[in-house]
T-cell receptor, first 119, second 111 residues
Framework: GAVVSQHPSRVICKSGTSVKIECRSL??????MFWYRQFPKQSLMLMAT?????????EQGVEKDKFLINHASLTLSTLTVTSAHPEDSSFYIC???????????????FGSGTQLSVL | GENVEQHPSTLSVQEGDSAVIKCTYS??????FPWYKQELGKRPQLIID?????GEKKDQRIAVTLNKTAKHFSLHITETQPEDSAVYFC??????????FGAGTRLFVKA
């Protein structure tokens, strides 16, 4: 399989601060990465689709000014939770899919997730 | 919109028994159906997948079946072991792009 690295794995921050989460594809180029939020005992909720070199596409109900996504290169996407509040506490996880010419192109590979706790 | 329904939400089996998880999807354009296993606090791991031109696929104790006409697909785990205990998610996608996940099945394998 392919490797997707996500950092940090856990972060605790004060209310009102911003937190940046990084997602890197280590052995393939990813023109598209996905960001999810997962509440305890629930499924993965797609927040946005991150496209290299262009604006992210947000799912309905997800505030784009709250969750800033930057896909600066073919191997890096970042999610910044701005002015975090306790209700933003959750498990955030990214995924990436290799490009069209990669034999693994249909498959999604996940980062290890970031547990965010906002005090 | 597109939807993937997954049942049951919780499944408890005795070690050695089989476990079956079923999913239905709504988007007829879906052509790729992966299954993921997620342990608590960890990333989902792809365990098996099937493409729409195949009706069945098997990998050791795990098998997946697909009925494209009925838009049903199922995961079968035989000879279950305690380490199979986890949450399993089915998903449907149009090939690497937007993937819709089922709600998950929490599998407990009792020793």
């Amino acid at each position: 399989g392919a490797v997707v690295s996500q950092h940090p794995s856990r972060v605790i921050c004060k209310s009102g601060t911003s937190v940046k989460i990084e997602c890197r594809s280590l052995d393939f180029q990813a023109t598209t990465m996905f960001w999810y939020r997962q509440f305890p005992k629930q499924s993965l909720m797609l927040m946005a689709t991150s496209n290299e070199g262009s604006k992210a596409t947000y799912e309905q109900g997800v505030e784009k000014d709250k969750f800033l996504i930057n896909h600066a290169s073919l191997t890096l996407s970042t999610l910044t939770v701005t002015s975090a509040h306790p209700e933003d506490s959750s498990f955030y996880i990214c995924s990436a899919s290799p490009g069209f010419h990669d034999s693994r192109r249909e498959k999604l590979f996940f980062g290890s997730g970031t547990q965010l706790s906002v005090l | 919109g597109e939807n993937v329904e997954q049942h049951p939400s919780t499944l408890s089996v005795q070690e050695g028994d089989s476990a079956v998880i079923k999913c239905t999807y709504s988007d007829s354009a879906s052509n790729y159906f992966p299954w993921y296993k997620q342990e608590l606090g960890k990333r989902p791991q792809l365990i098996i997948d099937i493409r729409s031109n195949v009706g069945e696929k098997k990998d050791q104790r795990i098998a997946v079946t697909l009925n494209k006409t009925a838009k049903h697909f199922s995961l079968h785990i035989t000879e279950t072991q305690p380490e199979d205990s986890a949450v399993y998610f089915c998903a449907a996608s149009t090939g690497g792009f937007k993937t819709i996940f089922g709600a998950g099945t929490r599998l407990f394998v009792k020793a």
